[in-house]
Structures are given as C-alpha cells and as structure tokens.
C-alpha cells in the first residue's frame, strides 16, 4: 500500500509539473508574438508588393512626431490594434500564474519525495548499525 502511495505521488507531481510548463511556455509564446507586433515594422497587407504602405513599429517609430499620431496612419493603426494585444497580454497573466504555481508546486512536492527516501534510508541504516 505505502509504495502504491509514492508511485502515485510521484506521478501526480510530475503531471503538476508538465502541466505548469506547458502553461508558462504558452504565455511566453504570446508574449513573443505581443513582443513582436509591438516592436517590428510591417506593412499594411500581408505581402511585400509595393503599393502596400510600410508601417513603423509601435514602439520605435522614427522623427519627431509620431507617425501613429498621423490620420494618414489609420490603416497602420488597425493593422495594429491595442485593446486586442492588451486582451492578449491579459490572457497571459492567469496561464503564466497557474503555470508557476503548478511548476513550483510539482517540483517542490518531489523534491520533498526524495529527500523523505533519503531520510528513511538514513534511519534504516542507522537502525541497522545499532543492532
């Protein structure tokens, strides 16, 4: 029964701790693709022909006044749109929360595991030595 009660630990650990990883890898995938969108030019479609309009990056827009400012940006300015990246990065916070609890909570939990083996070894051997 007691090594059943390991086995089983044991595994509902590990899952707590896959299930953290994948979690957080999926909000640092969106905040890749955010980091992306918000710092990199792009074009107003999708293709590289050259009547499509070149848009600077959000954050680092070139000249005095920024372009994005501009009523000539509008098209610039939907391709682009904030509260869609904000709803983003607002999904991100509970993924990458739960994440690393569930991470943290699994790794504590065998690392807990093991040094409770280590100690009943420990006592097993000093039982030993004694008799």
Not at 28 to 52: K, N, R
Not at 102 to 121: D, K, N, P, V
């Amino acid at each position: 029964m007691n090594e059943y009660f390991e086995q089983d630990f044991a595994a509902g650990a590990e899952k707590r701790r896959i299930w953290g990883g994948v979690l957080f890898l999926a909000a640092g995938v969106i905040w890749a693709v955010l980091a992306w969108q918000l710092m990199v030019p792009f074009s107003e479609e999708d293709d590289d022909s050259s009547s499509s309009r070149k848009c600077q990056s959000v954050l680092f827009y070139e000249g005095d006044a920024p372009t994005w400012q501009d009523s000539t940006w509008e098209d610039c300015r939907a391709q682009r749109r904030w509260p869609e990246m904000l709803g983003w990065l607002g999904l991100s916070v509970p993924l990458s929360v739960a994440g690393a609890v569930l991470y943290t909570g699994g790794t504590t939990s065998l690392r807990m595991r093991e040094y409770m083996a280590q100690h009943r070894i420990a006592a097993a051997k000093s039982a030993a030595r004694k008799d």
